[in-house]
């Protein structure tokens, strides 16, 4: 609980980002012995600027983190670290993990078979009507719907997901302290019901633009794969598709009309490689993700139906040896998107487990 304290503030202190937070405390060995050391000893590291060091420095005050943790803990959200098993396990695997996500609502181990739904604000009655389809479609399956919460296609597909009682989270590009955009606000409290709403930012940091392209890395990163559902030229979803791309996460794309702005940045990521998604099967049969049926509430899976080709290699590979997920990629040959949609269908069938990043037979 102590190091949870410190960590909150470190990663918390303006200037100290996920990376620079991560590698401090590998330095140092735990985000406590950084509040500790002294201001040559932080430059010494020579992990950050002295501009970085100093703000390091003047917002060590154990008075406010005591503060700033009671008031966390007060308005029942719940937090996790890098280190805890609650943190999710595909957002664990990215280049640079938020080290402390902020959550109100309630993260599950079934949320590792996730799915990002993304798109534009402004989106065309098409665009809102398919993210509704696909997210309620995929819920049904018992797949979670990951997004971002925005006005468009981001809350259509929330609610899809919602309204097929499935789960969804929001990501949100600022604190949980607020909704934004304010409109949303029953939208976020729906969420909670069923799925949560998360932030690596503190609890009382406002809504900045500059704050959401980073929340991109998160949307995909707790997914599989992300749809882009609309998406104008310049769209912030593309964005995320450049994220899940970088973190070997399968990216799909709807595609619209060819003379409709709506639609020219999906038509791209179509041009250039990304998955047409016609169908729902489109996504299940590209990410290995089985049906899924749900039964009060409960998913209910055949442990002996049989495996896809890409379950199968990992499974000769690992009778040999336990690994990694990258080297599990390395050795099988495999895409690492499916690698990691591979991986979780093992571990649900109960076929094999994971321990410290390491994957095993049972």
């Known amino acids: 609980m102590v190091e949870k304290k410190f960590l909150m503030w470190l990663s918390s202190v303006p200037g100290v980002g996920s990376k620079s937070c991560m590698n401090l405390i590998k330095y140092f060995g735990s985000a406590e012995n950084v509040y500790r050391c002294s201001f040559s000893e932080l430059m010494a590291s020579g992990i950050i600027r002295e501009q970085t060091a ?35 396990e595909n957002l664990k695997q990215i280049y640079d993990p938020p080290p402390v996500l902020y959550v109100k609502g309630e993260l599950l181990n079934r949320d590792s078979l996730a799915v990002g739904i993304v798109g534009s604000r402004k989106a065309s009655d098409y665009g809102l009507k398919t993210a509704h389809r696909i997210a309620a479609r995929l819920a049904e399956l018992g797949i979670t719907i990951v997004s971002g919460m925005a006005l468009g296609i981001d809350s259509a597909a929330h609610r899809g997901a919602l309204e097929v009682n499935g789960r969804t989270i929001a990501v949100f590009g600022c604190g949980l302290k607020y909704t934004y955009p304010m409109s949303n606000y029953r939208l976020s409290q729906e969420i909670q019901k069923n799925g949560a709403i998360i ?15 980073a929340r991109n890395r998160i949307i995909s990163g707790m997914s ?11 769209s912030g979803s593309l964005i995320t598709a450049d994220f ?43 990410l290995n993700l089985e049906l899924i049926y749900k ?19 990992i499974l000769r590979f690992l009778k040999r040896k336990s690994g990694d997920k ?25 076929l094999i487990q994971q321990i410290d990043g390491n994957y095993l037979l049972f």
Request: net charge negative; with cysteine.
């Open 54 to 88: 100093e703000s390091i420095a003047a917002n060590r005050k154990i008075e406010k983190i005591n503060e700033y943790f009671r008031i966390v803990k007060d308005n029942g959200i719940k937090v996790y670290t890098i280190f805890e098993n609650e943190y999710p």
């Open 244 to 286: 899940a791309l970088e973190q070997g996460r399968e990216v799909f794309a709807v595609p619209g009309n060819i003379t409709s702005t709506y639609s020219k940045g999906t038509n791209e990521l179509i041009k250039y490689g990304a998955k047409l998604v016609s169908r729902i099967e489109d996504i299940t049969e590209e």
């Open 326 to 350: 990258d080297e599990i990629t390395a050795a099988t040959g495999l895409q690492p998107g499916k690698v990691l949609a591979a991986l979780t269908m093992l571990e649900i069938k109960g």
């Open 199 to 213: 932030s690596e930012y503190p609890f009382d940091t406002e809504a900045y633009p500059s704050q959401f392209p």
């Open 224 to 234: 599989l794969g992300v749809i882009v559902v609309e998406a104008g030229e310049k």
């Open 295 to 313: 039964k009060n509430d409960n998913i209910i899976m055949n442990k002996n139906s049989a495996l896809s080709e890409e379950e199968c290699i």
